[in-house]
Nanobody, 122 residues
Framework: QVQLVESGGGLVQAGGSLRLSCAAS????????VGWFRQAPGKEREFVAS????????SYADSGLGRFATSRDDAKNMSYLQMNSLNPEYTVVYYC???????????????WGQGNQVTVSS
Protein backbone atom coordinates (compact mmCIF):
# COMPACT_ATOMS: atom_id res chain seq x y z
CA GLN A 1 0.00 0.00 0.00
CA VAL A 2 1.33 3.39 -0.99
CA GLN A 3 1.35 6.01 1.75
CA LEU A 4 0.87 9.67 0.93
CA VAL A 5 2.14 12.59 2.99
CA GLU A 6 0.93 16.07 2.23
CA SER A 7 2.63 19.38 2.86
CA GLY A 8 2.55 22.99 1.77
CA GLY A 9 -0.66 24.14 3.38
CA GLY A 10 -0.95 27.01 5.80
CA LEU A 11 -2.06 30.59 5.97
CA VAL A 12 -2.15 32.88 2.95
CA GLN A 13 -3.75 36.24 2.28
CA ALA A 14 -6.57 36.61 -0.17
CA GLY A 15 -5.22 36.87 -3.68
CA GLY A 16 -2.18 34.82 -2.78
CA SER A 17 -0.97 31.42 -3.91
CA LEU A 18 -0.01 28.12 -2.34
CA ARG A 19 1.43 24.91 -3.71
CA LEU A 20 0.38 21.72 -2.02
CA SER A 21 2.69 18.74 -2.27
CA CYS A 22 1.85 15.06 -2.04
CA ALA A 23 4.77 12.72 -1.40
CA ALA A 24 4.38 9.00 -2.03
CA SER A 25 6.24 6.26 -0.18
CA UNK A 26 6.75 3.96 -3.14
CA UNK A 27 7.87 4.13 -6.74
CA UNK A 28 4.68 2.31 -7.72
CA UNK A 29 3.05 5.71 -7.27
CA UNK A 30 3.86 6.30 -10.92
CA UNK A 31 1.30 3.65 -11.83
CA UNK A 32 -1.54 5.53 -10.17
CA UNK A 33 -3.68 8.49 -11.02
CA VAL A 34 -3.79 11.23 -8.41
CA GLY A 35 -6.86 13.04 -7.25
CA TRP A 36 -7.12 16.17 -5.14
CA PHE A 37 -10.15 16.75 -2.96
CA ARG A 38 -11.22 19.25 -0.36
CA GLN A 39 -13.53 19.12 2.61
CA ALA A 40 -15.07 21.90 4.63
CA PRO A 41 -16.29 21.28 8.20
CA GLY A 42 -19.62 19.51 8.20
CA LYS A 43 -19.61 19.00 4.45
CA GLU A 44 -18.82 16.14 2.14
CA ARG A 45 -15.45 15.84 0.50
CA GLU A 46 -15.52 17.22 -3.03
CA PHE A 47 -13.38 16.87 -6.11
CA VAL A 48 -10.82 19.55 -6.92
CA ALA A 49 -8.50 18.15 -9.59
CA SER A 50 -6.96 14.98 -10.93
CA UNK A 51 -4.06 13.87 -13.06
CA UNK A 52 -3.63 10.61 -14.93
CA UNK A 53 -0.83 8.15 -14.20
CA UNK A 54 1.03 9.39 -17.26
CA UNK A 55 0.48 13.04 -16.42
CA UNK A 56 -1.00 13.51 -19.85
CA UNK A 57 -4.52 14.23 -18.73
CA UNK A 58 -5.75 16.59 -16.06
CA SER A 59 -9.23 17.48 -14.94
CA TYR A 60 -10.57 20.25 -12.72
CA ALA A 61 -13.71 21.14 -10.89
CA ASP A 62 -15.34 24.25 -12.29
CA SER A 63 -14.22 26.25 -9.26
CA GLY A 64 -10.61 25.46 -10.06
CA LEU A 65 -10.52 26.11 -13.78
CA GLY A 66 -7.95 28.76 -14.53
CA ARG A 67 -7.04 28.96 -10.84
CA PHE A 68 -5.58 25.54 -9.98
CA ALA A 69 -3.02 23.38 -11.73
CA THR A 70 -2.00 19.87 -10.83
CA SER A 71 1.19 18.14 -11.89
CA ARG A 72 3.38 15.21 -10.98
CA ASP A 73 7.05 14.35 -10.85
CA ASP A 74 7.37 10.58 -10.81
CA ALA A 75 11.14 10.72 -10.46
CA LYS A 76 10.48 12.21 -7.03
CA ASN A 77 7.26 10.29 -6.29
CA MET A 78 5.48 13.63 -5.95
CA SER A 79 2.30 15.31 -7.07
CA TYR A 80 1.47 18.97 -6.70
CA LEU A 81 -1.54 21.25 -6.62
CA GLN A 82 -0.76 24.86 -7.44
CA MET A 83 -3.50 27.17 -6.20
CA ASN A 84 -3.64 30.80 -7.32
CA SER A 85 -5.87 33.79 -6.64
CA LEU A 86 -7.17 32.29 -3.43
CA ASN A 87 -10.02 33.77 -1.47
CA PRO A 88 -11.46 32.87 1.94
CA GLU A 89 -13.92 30.35 0.47
CA TYR A 90 -10.90 28.13 -0.21
CA THR A 91 -10.29 27.78 3.52
CA VAL A 92 -10.72 24.03 3.85
CA VAL A 93 -8.72 20.83 4.26
CA TYR A 94 -7.22 19.45 1.05
CA TYR A 95 -6.44 15.80 0.41
CA CYS A 96 -4.48 13.96 -2.22
CA UNK A 97 -5.36 10.40 -3.14
CA UNK A 98 -4.16 7.64 -5.44
CA UNK A 99 -6.27 5.37 -7.59
CA UNK A 100 -6.48 3.47 -10.83
CA UNK A 101 -8.14 6.26 -12.78
CA UNK A 102 -8.33 10.07 -12.47
CA UNK A 103 -11.92 9.95 -11.32
CA UNK A 104 -14.02 12.67 -9.76
CA UNK A 105 -15.59 10.12 -7.45
CA UNK A 106 -13.64 9.79 -4.21
CA UNK A 107 -14.74 6.17 -3.81
CA UNK A 108 -12.50 5.27 -6.77
CA UNK A 109 -9.34 6.11 -4.85
CA UNK A 110 -7.48 3.51 -2.82
CA UNK A 111 -5.16 5.47 -0.58
CA TRP A 112 -5.22 8.94 0.87
CA GLY A 113 -3.01 11.55 2.42
CA GLN A 114 -3.65 12.85 5.90
CA GLY A 115 -5.13 16.15 4.80
CA ASN A 116 -3.63 19.60 4.67
CA GLN A 117 -5.29 22.70 6.09
CA VAL A 118 -5.36 25.80 3.90
CA THR A 119 -6.51 29.05 5.46
CA VAL A 120 -7.07 32.16 3.36
CA SER A 121 -7.40 35.41 5.27
CA SER A 122 -9.38 38.33 3.95
Amino acid sequence: QVQLVESGGGLVQAGGSLRLSCAASARTFRNYAVGWFRQAPGKEREFVASISWSGGATSYADSGLGRFATSRDDAKNMSYLQMNSLNPEYTVVYYCAGGNSPDRDESQYDFWGQGNQVTVSS
